[in-house]
Protein backbone atom coordinates (compact mmCIF):
# COMPACT_ATOMS: atom_id res chain seq x y z
CA UNK A 1 0.00 0.00 0.00
CA UNK A 2 1.40 3.64 -0.64
CA UNK A 3 1.81 6.22 1.09
CA UNK A 4 -0.88 8.70 0.93
CA UNK A 5 0.48 11.72 -0.22
CA UNK A 6 -2.14 14.83 -0.28
CA UNK A 7 -2.29 18.70 -0.12
CA UNK A 8 -4.67 20.72 1.00
CA UNK A 9 -5.86 23.87 -0.81
CA UNK A 10 -8.57 26.69 -0.91
CA UNK A 11 -9.89 28.77 -3.58
CA UNK A 12 -12.21 31.61 -3.25
CA UNK A 13 -14.99 32.69 -5.87
CA UNK A 14 -15.99 35.94 -5.31
CA UNK A 15 -18.77 37.42 -7.40
CA UNK A 16 -19.85 41.29 -8.16
CA UNK A 17 -22.58 42.50 -8.73
CA UNK A 18 -23.07 46.13 -10.21
CA UNK A 19 -26.29 47.79 -11.84
CA UNK A 20 -27.46 45.05 -13.42
CA UNK A 21 -24.52 42.58 -14.14
CA UNK A 22 -22.57 40.09 -12.52
CA UNK A 23 -18.92 39.22 -12.66
CA UNK A 24 -15.81 36.87 -10.83
CA UNK A 25 -12.73 38.26 -9.58
CA UNK A 26 -10.34 36.12 -11.05
CA UNK A 27 -6.18 36.25 -10.85
CA UNK A 28 -3.78 35.77 -13.71
CA UNK A 29 -1.03 33.34 -12.38
CA UNK A 30 2.80 34.13 -12.13
CA UNK A 31 4.24 30.50 -11.76
CA UNK A 32 4.15 27.31 -13.11
CA UNK A 33 1.89 25.38 -13.62
CA UNK A 34 -0.55 27.54 -15.90
CA UNK A 35 1.65 30.53 -15.39
CA UNK A 36 0.18 33.64 -17.27
CA UNK A 37 -3.03 31.96 -17.02
CA UNK A 38 -6.25 33.14 -15.49
CA UNK A 39 -7.46 31.24 -12.32
CA UNK A 40 -9.92 31.56 -9.22
CA UNK A 41 -7.72 33.15 -6.27
CA UNK A 42 -6.61 30.58 -3.95
CA UNK A 43 -3.50 28.74 -2.91
CA UNK A 44 -2.01 26.08 0.22
CA UNK A 45 -3.48 25.74 3.22
CA UNK A 46 -0.71 26.37 5.78
CA UNK A 47 0.36 23.81 9.03
CA UNK A 48 -1.35 26.28 11.53
CA UNK A 49 -4.17 28.05 9.85
CA UNK A 50 -8.11 27.18 9.71
CA UNK A 51 -9.19 26.71 6.58
CA UNK A 52 -11.21 30.14 6.74
CA UNK A 53 -7.87 31.70 7.72
CA UNK A 54 -6.42 30.50 4.56
CA UNK A 55 -8.75 31.28 1.92
CA UNK A 56 -9.01 35.01 3.36
CA UNK A 57 -5.74 35.70 3.47
CA UNK A 58 -4.77 33.90 0.18
CA UNK A 59 -7.79 36.40 -1.20
CA UNK A 60 -6.05 39.41 0.21
CA UNK A 61 -2.59 38.59 -0.53
CA UNK A 62 -3.60 38.05 -4.16
CA UNK A 63 -5.85 40.52 -4.99
CA UNK A 64 -6.25 42.78 -2.06
CA UNK A 65 -9.51 42.31 -1.27
CA UNK A 66 -10.86 41.26 2.55
CA UNK A 67 -13.83 40.05 3.21
CA UNK A 68 -14.47 37.73 6.43
CA UNK A 69 -18.00 36.17 5.22
CA UNK A 70 -17.00 33.73 2.82
CA UNK A 71 -19.04 30.52 2.31
CA UNK A 72 -17.57 27.06 2.12
CA UNK A 73 -19.00 25.79 -1.60
CA UNK A 74 -17.74 21.93 -2.07
CA UNK A 75 -14.53 19.85 -1.76
CA UNK A 76 -13.27 18.93 -5.13
CA UNK A 77 -10.70 16.34 -5.19
CA UNK A 78 -10.35 14.09 -8.52
CA UNK A 79 -6.73 12.74 -8.12
CA UNK A 80 -5.12 14.40 -11.21
CA UNK A 81 -6.56 17.64 -11.25
CA UNK A 82 -3.26 19.30 -10.28
CA UNK A 83 -0.18 18.89 -12.33
CA UNK A 84 1.81 19.12 -9.61
CA UNK A 85 0.33 16.25 -7.71
CA UNK A 86 -2.84 15.43 -5.58
CA UNK A 87 -4.22 18.46 -4.55
CA UNK A 88 -7.58 18.50 -2.42
CA UNK A 89 -9.47 22.14 -2.29
CA UNK A 90 -12.29 23.71 -0.35
CA UNK A 91 -13.95 26.25 -2.23
CA UNK A 92 -15.70 28.93 -0.92
CA UNK A 93 -17.70 31.66 -2.49
CA UNK A 94 -19.08 35.15 -1.71
CA UNK A 95 -20.91 38.06 -3.12
CA UNK A 96 -19.63 41.33 -3.55
CA UNK A 97 -20.23 45.46 -4.51
CA UNK A 98 -16.89 45.77 -6.55
CA UNK A 99 -16.63 49.28 -6.34
CA UNK A 100 -16.10 48.68 -2.31
CA UNK A 101 -12.83 46.99 -3.28
CA UNK A 102 -9.41 48.40 -4.66
CA UNK A 103 -7.98 45.30 -6.25
CA UNK A 104 -3.83 44.74 -6.61
CA UNK A 105 -2.10 41.62 -7.56
CA UNK A 106 0.48 40.09 -5.35
CA UNK A 107 2.24 36.93 -4.05
CA UNK A 108 1.18 34.13 -6.78
CA UNK A 109 -0.50 36.68 -8.71
CA UNK A 110 0.25 38.61 -12.02
CA UNK A 111 -2.69 40.81 -12.25
CA UNK A 112 -6.17 40.48 -10.96
CA UNK A 113 -9.39 41.34 -13.06
CA UNK A 114 -12.87 41.44 -12.64
CA UNK A 115 -15.22 39.44 -15.45
CA UNK A 116 -18.39 39.61 -16.78
CA UNK A 117 -19.45 36.09 -15.90
CA UNK A 118 -20.53 36.01 -19.58
CA UNK A 119 -17.25 36.90 -21.05
CA UNK A 120 -14.54 34.44 -19.30
CA UNK A 121 -11.30 33.51 -20.18
CA UNK A 122 -10.37 30.12 -20.25
CA UNK A 123 -9.47 28.72 -16.85
CA UNK A 124 -6.64 27.16 -15.34
CA UNK A 125 -7.03 23.95 -13.33
CA UNK A 126 -10.66 22.64 -12.51
CA UNK A 127 -11.59 25.99 -11.92
CA UNK A 128 -14.63 25.72 -14.80
CA UNK A 129 -15.89 23.36 -13.19
CA UNK A 130 -15.54 25.38 -9.52
CA UNK A 131 -16.97 28.68 -10.84
CA UNK A 132 -19.90 26.66 -12.40
CA UNK A 133 -20.66 24.91 -9.24
CA UNK A 134 -20.61 28.36 -7.14
CA UNK A 135 -23.12 30.36 -9.67
CA UNK A 136 -25.52 27.07 -9.23
CA UNK A 137 -25.39 27.48 -5.28
CA UNK A 138 -25.88 31.43 -5.80
CA UNK A 139 -29.28 30.95 -7.84
CA UNK A 140 -30.04 27.99 -5.06
CA UNK A 141 -29.57 30.59 -2.21
CA UNK A 142 -31.61 33.31 -3.43
CA UNK A 143 -34.36 30.70 -2.54
CA UNK A 144 -34.15 30.44 0.88
CA UNK A 145 -32.81 33.54 2.58
CA UNK A 146 -32.75 37.21 1.56
CA UNK A 147 -29.99 38.63 -0.38
CA UNK A 148 -29.15 42.22 -1.58
CA UNK A 149 -28.44 44.01 1.93
CA UNK A 150 -24.87 44.67 1.46
CA UNK A 151 -25.72 45.15 -2.58
CA UNK A 152 -27.74 48.01 -2.69
CA UNK A 153 -27.44 51.26 -1.60
CA UNK A 154 -29.09 52.04 1.90
CA UNK A 155 -32.05 53.41 0.54
CA UNK A 156 -33.31 52.02 -2.90
CA UNK A 157 -36.71 51.90 -5.49
CA UNK A 158 -38.06 48.10 -5.21
CA UNK A 159 -36.96 47.56 -9.31
CA UNK A 160 -33.54 47.32 -8.14
CA UNK A 161 -33.98 44.64 -5.50
CA UNK A 162 -36.38 43.17 -8.78
CA UNK A 163 -33.06 44.07 -11.00
CA UNK A 164 -30.68 42.32 -8.69
CA UNK A 165 -32.59 38.81 -8.46
CA UNK A 166 -33.48 38.44 -11.86
CA UNK A 167 -29.66 39.28 -12.42
CA UNK A 168 -28.60 36.04 -10.19
CA UNK A 169 -31.19 33.85 -11.49
CA UNK A 170 -30.05 34.61 -15.02
CA UNK A 171 -34.15 35.19 -15.75
CA UNK A 172 -36.98 37.85 -15.57
CA UNK A 173 -39.03 37.60 -12.44
CA UNK A 174 -42.63 37.98 -12.17
CA UNK A 175 -42.97 41.51 -11.10
CA UNK A 176 -45.96 41.12 -9.12
CA UNK A 177 -45.71 37.99 -7.66
CA UNK A 178 -41.88 38.38 -6.67
CA UNK A 179 -43.34 42.12 -4.96
CA UNK A 180 -46.10 40.24 -3.01
CA UNK A 181 -43.46 37.61 -1.68
CA UNK A 182 -41.06 39.91 -0.71
CA UNK A 183 -43.50 42.12 0.89
CA UNK A 184 -44.88 39.42 2.95
CA UNK A 185 -41.25 38.75 4.73
CA UNK A 186 -41.90 41.76 6.31
CA UNK A 187 -37.73 42.41 5.23
CA UNK A 188 -38.29 45.83 3.82
CA UNK A 189 -39.21 49.06 5.33
CA UNK A 190 -41.33 52.19 3.05
CA UNK A 191 -40.04 55.30 2.78
CA UNK A 192 -41.93 58.47 2.26
CA UNK A 193 -38.74 59.52 -0.01
CA UNK A 194 -39.20 58.72 -3.68
CA UNK A 195 -37.17 58.89 -7.02
CA UNK A 196 -37.84 59.72 -10.21
CA UNK A 197 -36.44 56.82 -12.82
CA UNK A 198 -36.87 57.76 -16.48
CA UNK A 199 -40.54 59.11 -17.18
CA UNK A 200 -42.40 57.14 -15.30
CA UNK A 201 -44.46 58.23 -12.26
CA UNK A 202 -41.70 59.04 -9.11
CA UNK A 203 -41.03 55.32 -6.91
CA UNK A 204 -41.11 55.06 -3.44
CA UNK A 205 -37.97 54.11 -1.70
CA UNK A 206 -37.20 51.04 0.68
CA UNK A 207 -34.69 49.89 3.06
CA UNK A 208 -34.03 46.92 4.56
CA UNK A 209 -34.92 45.83 8.16
CA UNK A 210 -31.52 44.73 9.40
CA UNK A 211 -33.30 42.94 11.96
CA UNK A 212 -35.73 41.31 10.35
CA UNK A 213 -33.04 41.01 7.19
CA UNK A 214 -30.36 38.93 9.77
CA UNK A 215 -33.36 37.24 11.52
CA UNK A 216 -34.62 35.57 8.64
CA UNK A 217 -30.97 34.84 6.96
CA UNK A 218 -30.45 32.84 10.24
CA UNK A 219 -33.56 30.72 10.48
CA UNK A 220 -33.56 30.53 6.86
CA UNK A 221 -36.78 30.49 4.24
CA UNK A 222 -38.20 28.80 1.62
CA UNK A 223 -38.95 31.18 -0.74
CA UNK A 224 -40.13 30.26 -4.84
CA UNK A 225 -39.61 32.97 -6.73
Do not use: C
Request: charged fraction near 30%.
Amino acid sequence: MSKQSIKLSVDAVVFGYEEGKISVLLIKRKYAPFKGQWAIPGGFVKNEESLEEAVERELFEETGIQINYLEQLYTFGTPNRDPRGRVVSIAYFGLVRPNAFKIFASTDAAQVQWFSINELPALSFDHKDILEAAIKRLQGKITYEPIGFELLDKKFPFSDLEKLYATLLGRAVDRRNFRKKIVGLNVLDELEEKVSKGSGRPANLFQFNQKRYFQLKEEGIIFEI
